[in-house]
């Protein structure tokens, strides 16, 4: 795996179970005319509600009961802070807006906060912010000689597929198909045996890129397609499973990685690590996250 380096023009460089609840991408809402008395809190990959949760709102403290729910002894309204805790869950730390429920990013059975911030934030080289699409499909446009290459489609209409089924359906990815967020798909042979992902975005909200393919025995592997479509969903470098930067052993997507994507799209692109949405509106930066990959 290269070492990350910050270049001019904000070019930013980094080597490389299904939920009940069918959460959605959080979105703008019509402010509320008045303060809200209850706050419910629940779980990003359940949708149960979080009971024991340590919450503070607005500086008064308090801890959710069996449905998740505080009771405020003050109404609060729209920009008073949020601050809450609970064992299995990162810490979320945002402020009321439009709703009343706010969930809590909880961690995949069996794996801990260093694996939730590697594979969802850390990116060597980039400011620790939370990446991800928008938009509701992703084309990949191959091109040159991987275009009429039947076994360079397959592996990419196969590992499309699954890493359409790891967002469940929340993001469609497809090879040649019309969307919003284009990757062009190329071969590189001078690239030095790394597969290159390069990926765009705007406060956190992915844009497009491309994949640059060392060898034309990479763009046969789907192993190697899904880990670059897993860049192209905002996943960084995890220390274990399908986005391991090297020959990890792993030829698929696994539980904790859709848990990980489930919790992100209920997340504004922008959030900051761990789980900080409070300055989100803050953020316009504009960059080009460079991933080379060493996975074979």
């Known amino acids: ?62 801890t959710t009961n069996t449905d998740g729910v505080i009771t405020l002894s003050a109404p609060a309204g729209v920009g008073a802070t949020i601050d809450a805790a609970a064992p299995g869950f990162l810490s979320r730390v945002t402020a009321v807006r439009a709703e009343s429920t706010f969930t809590l990013w909880q961690i995949p059975t069996g794996a801990d906060t260093t694996f939730v911030r590697q594979l969802a934030y850390n990116r060597a080289g980039t400011p620790e912010v939370l990446w991800r699409p928008a938009a509701a499909a992703i084309n990949l446009q191959l091109t040159g000689d991987l275009a009429s290459d039947p076994t360079v489609r397959t592996a990419h209409v196969q590992a499309a597929a699954m890493a359409t089924a790891l967002t469940g359906g929340r993001v469609r990815v497809d090879v040649g198909g019309a969307a919003s967020v284009t990757f062009t ?47 192209m969903l905002g996943f960084g ?24 994507f489930v919790s992100m799209w209920q997340r504004l692109p922008g959030t900051a690590a761990l789980d900080n949405d409070r300055g989100v509106g803050a953020r316009s930066d504009a960059s080009t996250g460079v991933f080379n990959c060493d996975i074979k």
């Open 185 to 231: 798909i190329l071969l590189n042979v001078s690239a030095q045996g790394s597969t290159t992902t390069f990926l765009t975005q705007s406060g956190g909200t992915i844009l497009g890129g491309r994949v640059e393919y060392a060898s034309l025995a990479a763009a046969r592997t789907t192993r190697v397609v899904a880990h670059e479509i897993g860049h």
């Open 237 to 260: 470098h995890a220390p274990s499973g399908l986005m391991c930067p090297s020959a990890c052993g792993v030829d698929t997507f696994g539980p904790w990685d859709q848990d990980v």
């Open 1 to 62: 795996m290269k070492r990350s380096l910050m270049v001019p023009l904000l070019m930013l460089v980094t080597a490389c179970g299904d939920d009940a609840s069918s959460p959605t991408d959080p979105s703008a809402t019509p402010t509320p005319t008045a303060g809200f008395s209850t706050l419910t809190f629940t779980s990003t990959v359940t949708g149960s509600p979080v009971a024991e949760a340590n919450v503070v709102v607005a500086g008064a403290a308090y």
